[in-house]
């Protein structure tokens, strides 16, 4: 089962990609601020990560946190990274644009994938957000991308199951509908029974204390909802490896 199912790893970082390959991910969507729900990775991320990496990567665009309205200049700034995560050897590229009345925007969305032609598109979940999923579903169909990520428009997988089902048969094969969201060790085996699904994505983080010895508890980054400031949330290849097995099923 493993061989037949494309893993793809959400990471975050050069080492994080490295550990999802060493753990037999077969493609890593490599983003910054996971946290954020992954934003566009720095050009210095993509361009190391293509020289240590023997895999796939998917880079995000996606310019800010939040909804997925943009503004022109935010616009402008896809338009860019897209390019530039082409030229700095991207195997593909993410990313979702939504309308303020929750369907695809549509002509944003076909003039970035004019742009990152010839590699594949994955729309990523924005998807989760539009207002009808099966109008979304026919209008990136329509609009050639190659593939959606989606939770079933739930919190995760295992809850929106039956959407994703409904996505897979209504696709047929015209694009990938490929699930992700919350999937873990204990969940991978029943959503692998549960859906005809080619590709898997899912992130596999752990909690690791930072190597500062010296801290200063007086002192944080952001603002006062964040992340503990001298922890770390790292991907191990013991983790994604424990997931795939359990994929196996």
Do not use: W
Request: charge should be negative; proline fraction near 6%; hydrophobic fraction near 45%.
């Amino acid at each position: 089962m493993p061989n037949e199912i494309v893993f793809e790893v959400c990471v975050d970082s050069v080492d994080a990609a490295v550990a999802a390959e060493r753990g037999g991910a077969h493609r890593v969507e490599l983003c910054s601020d996971l946290l954020e729900g992954g934003l566009t990775p720095s050009h210095g991320t993509l361009e190391v990560a293509r020289k240590r990496l023997g895999i796939k990567i998917m880079s995000m665009v996606r310019p800010r946190g939040g909804d997925f309205c943009y503004s022109e200049a935010e616009f402008d700034v896809m338009r860019h990274d897209v390019a530039a995560a082409k030229a700095l050897g991207a195997d593909g590229i993410v990313l979702g644009l939504l309308n303020p009345d929750g369907t695809v925007d549509r002509k944003r969305t076909e003039e970035l994938v004019a742009i990152a032609r010839p590699l594949p598109v994955t729309f990523h979940r924005a998807f989760d957000m539009t207002r009808d999923p099966f109008e979304a579903l026919d209008t990136l169909i329509e609009l050639g991308v190659d593939r959606v990520l989606t939770s079933g428009q739930e919190p995760t997988v295992l809850e929106g199951i039956d959407l994703i089902a409904a996505l897979v048969e209504r696709a047929a094969g015209r694009i990938i509908v490929m699930p992700g969201g919350g999937i873990t060790e204990r969940t991978a085996p029943k959503i692998v029974r549960a859906l005809k699904v080619s590709e898997m994505h899912f992130a596999a983080l752990e909690p690791e204390n930072g190597r500062m010895q010296y801290r200063n508890p007086r002192v944080y980054m952001g603002g006062t909802l964040r992340p503990p400031e001298y922890t770390l949330e790292v991907t191990r290849p013991e983790g994604v490896a424990a997931i795939i097995a359990a994929a196996a099923v």
